[in-house]
């Protein structure tokens, strides 16, 4: 079988450009086969050097060297922009215009928008639906029970709960056993609260 050749260049491989000419550093005479920036204001002209000088250079270069820390920053920030003016979300070009984009005209691959409906379409439920006091919400979710409740229900479903985790039942089963626990005190909770809201209502 025929081996297919690899023709992509290795790491450290001479730039195929590269001028026929030595190394740039003084008093070296090996072939410059590797380029390097002159400064940071000419960044498409090269010194050429060979390889071990052009690591020297490279380990020297500092990019930032001679800016103070608000130029550095504002230098970043253009970058992140492209060199290309920016204003606030909403905000268009010129003094006073607003422009607010419209979601349907939005391209939204990732369905972020779509999320953004659908968080606000189940805030708005949530509000519109009675609140669950803070101290039943584990109690009820041990129990399996949806809020609002009647004291029927939640008897008939602790009745159901109690005969299915019961020792007896899972022949003397102790994960049964601890849950079952679990589910007695949960009813505790949500019968004392169902009663204490009957008498509020009587008195």
């Given at each position: 079988?025929m081996?297919?050749?690899?023709t ?7 730039d195929p450009?590269a ?8 008093d ?7 380029r390097?920036?002159r400064s940071?204001?000419s960044?498409?002209q ?8 052009v690591?020297?250079?490279n380990a020297?270069?500092?990019y930032?060297?001679g800016m103070s ?8 920030r253009?970058?992140?922009?492209w ?11 010129g003094?006073?215009?607003?422009t607010?984009?419209?979601e ?7 369905d972020?928008l ?7 379409a189940?805030r ?6 009675p609140?669950i006091?803070?101290h039943l919400r584990?109690p009820?979710?041990v129990l399996?029970?949806d809020?609002?409740v ?17 020792p007896d ?5 102790l994960a049964s056993?601890?849950r079952?626990?679990?589910i007695n005190?949960a009813?505790t909770?949500?019968k ?8 509020e209502k009587?008195?």
């Amino acid at each position: 079988m025929m081996k297919r050749r690899n023709t992509r260049p290795r790491a450290f491989d001479p730039d195929p450009n590269a001028p026929q000419r030595c190394c740039d550093m003084p008093d070296c005479t090996k072939p410059a086969g590797y380029r390097a920036p002159r400064s940071r204001d000419s960044l498409n002209q090269y010194y050429w050097f060979c390889l071990e000088h052009v690591r020297e250079y490279n380990a020297r270069w500092d990019y930032y060297k001679g800016m103070s820390p608000g130029q550095i920053e504002a230098h970043l920030r253009a970058d992140i922009s492209w060199d290309r003016p920016t204003w606030t979300f909403g905000q268009g070009p010129g003094p006073g215009k607003r422009t607010m984009p419209n979601e349907e005209d939005i391209l939204d691959p990732l369905d972020i928008l779509g999320q953004n409906r659908r968080a606000r379409a189940e805030r708005a439920r949530a509000q519109a639906e009675p609140r669950i006091p803070a101290h039943l919400r584990e109690p009820l979710a041990v129990l399996g029970l949806d809020w609002p409740v009647t004291m029927v229900d939640a008897k008939a479903h602790y009745r159901a709960l109690a005969r299915k985790h019961h020792p007896d039942t899972n022949q003397g089963d102790l994960a049964s056993e601890e849950r079952l626990k679990k589910i007695n005190v949960a009813f505790t909770i949500v019968k004392t609260h169902l009663q204490t809201e009957e008498l509020e209502k009587a008195g």
